[in-house]
């Protein structure tokens, strides 16, 4: 399997962002010819909303020449079919949202073990991205996570990768949930005996044959603090 666990893999302008070779990257990695593509949801019981994006998602592809023959949705309706329907997939899409809820849906259709056996591309797409680490940390994002015991930030997750990658990070440190400052008073105490890897829309994690590589900008956020350890066109192998 080559994975590519990126932030947001679209530019403004609705294509593939070529940042950091990704495009070209892609493109090496898929078969000639028909490919067969897998959108799993991350709202598997919002059956509308899934089909809006998996279709824009579709056209944004091929927008860049990544053109598919099929292109199915994993969602609830089909989550009984799951493990033919990832068999029969060259490409897999795990799409972004709330990780809590696509994290709970992964782990409902075994989509772990399913994925044991899959030699093709998968990527990542923010929460889909976090989901595939082998621990999630899941940064609270909406109102009352921040502040909710319960709230779960350390989940299990698809095993691919150890690295804990924290996307769409702009470099705002002033970003506050529920009173607090979601990285100072949050993510920063969290970080403490772990390793984040905060990394803005362009930057992605490509693994293959057991290579983990970090591409373009990132900051490591460790033992409550921050530093920036690659930047735009660098590769960091972890």
Same mark, same amino acid.
């Given at each position: ?19 950091? &070779? /990704?495009?070209?990257? !892609? ?9 067969? $593509?897998?959108? =799993?949801? +991350?709202? *598997? ?71 044991? &056996? /899959?030699?093709?591309? !998968? ?9 595939? $680490?082998?621990? =999630?940390? +899941?940064? *609270? ?90 930047? =735009? ?6």
């Amino acid at each position: 399997m080559i994975c590519f666990l990126t932030s947001n893999p679209f530019s403004e302008d609705g294509a593939l962002n070529p940042a950091n &070779g /990704f495009v070209d990257a !892609l493109r090496q990695s898929l078969p000639a010819g028909a490919v067969r $593509a897998l959108f =799993v949801a +991350s709202s *598997p019981d919002e059956p509308e909303t899934n089909e809006y994006y998996a279709t824009e998602q579709r056209q944004r592809f091929g927008a860049s020449g990544v053109i598919f023959d099929t292109f199915r949705i994993l969602d609830r309706r089909t989550a009984d079919r799951a493990a033919a329907l990832v068999a029969d997939s060259d490409f897999i899409i795990l799409t972004g949202g709330h990780v809590p809820t696509q994290n709970r849906f992964f782990r409902d259709i075994g989509l772990k073990e399913l994925l044991a &056996g /899959f030699d093709g591309v !998968l990527i990542g797409i923010s929460a889909g991205t976090m989901n595939a $680490a082998e621990t =999630v940390y +899941s940064q *609270p994002e909406l109102e009352g996570e921040a502040i909710d015991p319960d709230y779960p930030r350390f989940m299990p997750g698809l095993g691919l990768t150890k690295a804990m990658l924290l996307p769409h990070f702009d470099g705002n440190m002033e970003y506050r949930l529920d009173g607090l400052r979601i990285w100072q008073d949050v993510t920063f105490p969290d970080s403490m005996g772990r390793r984040f890897y905060a990394v803005p829309d362009g930057s992605y994690l490509y693994l293959s044959s057991g290579a983990e590589e970090l591409r373009g900008e990132a900051w490591l956020v460790s033992d409550g603090a921050m530093q920036k350890c690659s930047a =735009v066109g660098e590769a960091l192998r972890l």
